[in-house]
């Protein structure tokens, strides 16, 4: 491993206030896989961002359910899908200011890499399978918590009612056609792949969005017609001429 990936590793630890055994995991963490390309680095951070995905579903869920005891099984399910969406993984990686440290091929890091949601959301995941790997659950669980606990309490309050029934109680209201979704893309390898879904509304496209599985997916995009004014002034037109 190169003094560079090293360097950035020391420096991210450092800033952080994170102690390590083995700093090579944390360089790997930080090891976007076009960088690892790019420069013949054997191994990136994907491995370390299934790990870390496992860790991180596996501690909010024993949170909530030793925080949460009157929560039935679906509402645990929906706050912790909304606690580890990219979205509040995002959050988190700006808060660790995670973006200047991640080693990116030149092609992302000219495209806007540092800054993708997709990109410091896996790069999150990583870190958290690294610091598993390094120093053990109790610390990782303390690492997760730090950061989504204040998450965690917020959602649990009542903020995670999933945006595709807020769309679909919207649309049908008014007892209209109900929107559907369909998967437009899929990208990268099997353990890691990225969804483009589209939600449409009477065979017209409203919105499309991106997630690491398909429901993740067809979530931001019914959050996006959501938050579209224009889109919403249109469906509520539609309401109006039924």
Aim: proline residues 2%; hydrophobic residues 35%.
């Amino acid at each position: 491993m190169r003094s560079s990936e090293l360097k950035a590793a020391e420096h991210f630890l450092s800033n952080n206030g994170l102690e390590f055994n083995k700093i090579e995991l944390m360089a790997m963490a930080l090891t976007h896989p076009s960088y690892a390309q790019e420069r013949n680095t054997p191994g990136n951070n994907q491995r370390l961002e299934f790990l870390g995905d496992a860790v991180l579903n596996f501690v909010v869920a024993e949170y909530l359910y030793e925080s949460y005891p009157d929560k039935a099984e679906g509402e645990l399910t929906k706050i912790r899908a909304r606690v580890v969406c990219e979205q509040a993984l995002r959050g988190v990686a700006q808060e660790l200011r995670l973006g200047r440290y991640i080693l990116l091929g030149k092609g992302e890091e000219m495209s806007g890499g540092r800054t993708r949601k997709s990109i410091l959301a896996d790069a999150v995941e990583a870190v958290i399978g690294a610091i598993y790997f390094d120093q053990g659950y109790e610390c990782t669980r303390d690492f997760i918590l730090k950061y989504l606990e204040p998450v965690i309490k917020e959602t649990a309050q009542g903020d995670y009612y999933d945006f595709k029934s807020r769309l679909q109680e919207l649309v049908q209201g008014k007892n209209r056609e109900n929107v559907n979704y369909a998967i437009l893309e899929e990208s990268g390898p099997a353990h890691s792949r990225t969804f483009v879904a589209g939600v449409f509304y009477q065979k017209e496209l409203l919105a499309t969005g991106i997630g690491r599985s398909k429901k993740e997916a067809e979530q931001n995009a019914a959050e996006k017609a959501l938050k579209d004014s224009r889109i919403l002034s249109r469906l509520h037109m539609d309401s109006e001429g039924t």
